[in-house]
């Protein structure tokens, strides 16, 4: 709304509780402009062999702006064709499909520059923070235990931080390691850490709220690494906690 208030949005999403949630989100946050922003929805099976013909749909649409809500290998598949089109919308891509390794490498760095997605981790690619602690202690960790896995993969971060994540949570359980207790202490984390998190991310959860992070930062693809976006912000846990 801020880049482009008039927009003409179009999403495309995956046809499961994870694609459907995006355009929950979207319905909560632009209430009744829903209707008078999105122009055009479409989803897709996850078991799909190809997602061209929902995208050269939504571009007939006039969309200028999409969301796409899909996995790694329809991510990939997207990136390609909206830039085959010639089509530059303001793009916004799932956090789950933009792994510079599984996603933007494959479509092609070219292809995928410009996109739009929410971060809650720190980019290993970012030259900036090769000197980061956070991100030093995870490079180090897969030159030990991962060698032969590309330490850019979003996907090894994202393991790495739920990995640190997890310790914390049975460290809390001591000797009483039934689920019962697992779950009580996961629901139990006051202003934790993320191990690589952007600075200033927490979690916190609570026997009511189960969603362990609730803050992100938006950031653009600059044809090698992922720029921010203004600063943090957060989730209205009113909308988000019962779901």
Same mark, same amino acid.
């Given at each position: ?94 956090? %789950? &499909?933009?792994? $510079?390794?599984? /996603? =933007?490498?494959?479509? +092609?760095? #070219?292809?995928?520059?410009?996109? *739009? ?44 931080? %739920? &990995?640190?994540? $997890?310790?914390? /949570? =049975?460290?809390?359980? +001591?000797? #009483?390691?039934?689920?019962?207790? *697992? ?48 600063? $943090? ?11």
């Amino acid at each position: 709304m801020k880049e482009k208030p008039n927009a003409k949005l179009c999403v495309l999403y995956q046809n499961d509780d994870f694609g459907k949630d995006y355009v929950i989100g979207l319905k909560d946050a632009l209430g009744e402009q829903y209707e008078k922003t999105v122009v055009k929805a479409s989803s897709h099976e996850a078991n799909a062999p190809t997602v061209d013909s929902e995208v050269v749909a939504l571009q007939g649409a006039g969309c200028d702006a999409m969301l796409t809500a899909t996995t790694p290998k329809f991510g990939a598949q997207v990136l390609r064709k909206v830039f085959d089109l010639g089509w530059k919308p303001l793009h916004f891509v799932s956090n %789950v &499909s933009v792994s $510079l390794t599984s /996603v =933007l490498k494959p479509a +092609g760095l #070219d292809k995928s520059t410009g996109i *739009i997605t929410g971060q809650y981790l720190k980019d290993p690619s970012d030259p900036a923070l090769a000197d980061d602690p956070a991100i030093k202690d995870y490079k180090a960790f897969m030159k030990q235990y991962l060698p032969d896995i590309d330490v850019n993969d979003g996907n090894a971060l994202y393991g790495f931080a %739920v &990995s640190g994540t $997890l310790v914390k /949570v =049975l460290t809390d359980c +001591g000797k #009483d390691v039934t689920r019962e207790n *697992i779950m009580k202490k996961a629901a139990s984390l006051k202003n934790l850490p993320v191990p690589a998190a952007i600075e200033g991310i927490v979690i916190n959860t609570s026997a009511t709220d189960f969603r362990p992070i609730e803050q992100m930062r938006l950031a653009k693809f600059n044809g090698t690494s992922f720029e921010k976006m203004g600063e $943090l912000f957060s989730a209205d846990t009113s909308t988000t906690a019962s779901r």
